[in-house]
């Protein structure tokens, strides 16, 4: 059997439900060999998931997902293969970005509060590792008081930009969360493309990635249908970038995706894994 890796999930250090260590046993129960955390913004959870995959068969990936800008556009770009001398730096490149995202994520309670849902900074922080709360935790509460019947729907009618409620924070950009990645070594990608931008927006914003030190983009992917697999194969080609993928696993978050394989069909192969550590330049 072909061995396979999933180098995009997330724990409860961000918007996930399983903690870095149970992410590792799911991993070695779904026969994954290779597993990546890539948390929201922080390296907080590396520390355990890392101690984790010392005692498993599953090679564990510290990584993590920065929320970026380019073009009035939020983009995701992962690292992969951080060393562990470099975690904290990611915590300082993150911490103003993060205030900017704390008082954005008050300012949406505020005004849902208004609205007439009763929702407390309380309750969400309760959710969160750190209290370090995001909207999906906020989801978690409406979710709870009956306001909405799933995650999905919170996001869809009340947490979206285009509802008047949530006013994004300033993000950092693209290009500089790609430059900071490569600065320590580490491997740069772009995540899940074609859910960001249209195939004509990535013409241009690739070339600009690439020149930053951007490594590969996912084209394996939970959302991306057979077509749009296809699609990001044929960008990656053309730009020169290398091919990663993943399930980005939440748990109980996003219910309908499973570790590994996503919606069921999910199949990333280990040799993204190999092509991924590759680009990285760490200790062999």
């Known amino acids: 059997m072909e061995k396979r890796c999933d180098l995009h999930s997330h724990s409860t250090f961000s918007d996930g439900t399983l ?19 890539t948390d929201h913004n922080t390296s907080k959870g590396l520390k355990e998931f890392m101690e984790a995959g010392k005692n498993s068969s599953v090679i564990t990936v510290p990584g993590c997902e ?23 730096e990611i915590e300082d490149f993150m911490e103003l970005a993060l205030i900017a995202k704390i008082n954005s994520n008050h300012d949406l309670i505020n005004k849902l ?16 590792k750190d209290g370090n709360f995001n909207r999906s935790h906020i ?32 993000r950092i950009t693209s290009l500089a969360a790609i430059h900071f990645i490569k600065t320590f070594g580490a491997t740069a990608i772009m995540a899940h493309p074609l859910l960001n931008l249209t195939p004509e927006e990535l013409k241009i914003f690739l070339p600009q990635a690439k020149e930053s030190g951007l490594d590969a983009i996912e084209t394996h992917y939970t959302e991306f249908d057979e077509g749009m697999t296809k699609t990001a194969i044929s960008l990656a080609e053309e730009f020169g970038l290398k091919q990663s993928g993943g399930s980005d696993f939440h748990g109980q978050t996003k219910p309908h995706i499973s570790l590994g394989t996503g919606r069921g069909n999910l199949f990333v192969p280990y040799s993204f894994y190999e092509d991924m550590r590759a680009c990285a330049k760490i200790e062999k």
């Open 139 to 170: 989801a978690r509460v409406l979710l709870s008081k009956g306001y909405v019947e799933s995650v999905a729907e919170a996001f869809d009618r009340l947490l979206n930009e285009k509802n008047g409620y949530y006013v994004p924070a300033k």
């Open 113 to 128: 509060n208004k609205a007439g849902y009763d929702v407390s900074v309380e309750e969400a922080e309760s959710l969160a």
């Open 19 to 37: 903690t870095p260590s149970e992410l590792v046993k799911l991993a070695e129960k779904q026969g994954i060999s290779a597993l990546a955390l």
């Open 66 to 88: 920065f929320t970026t800008e380019w073009n009035h556009t939020e983009i995701h770009i992962v690292g992969l293969f951080f060393e562990e001398q470099y975690w904290p």
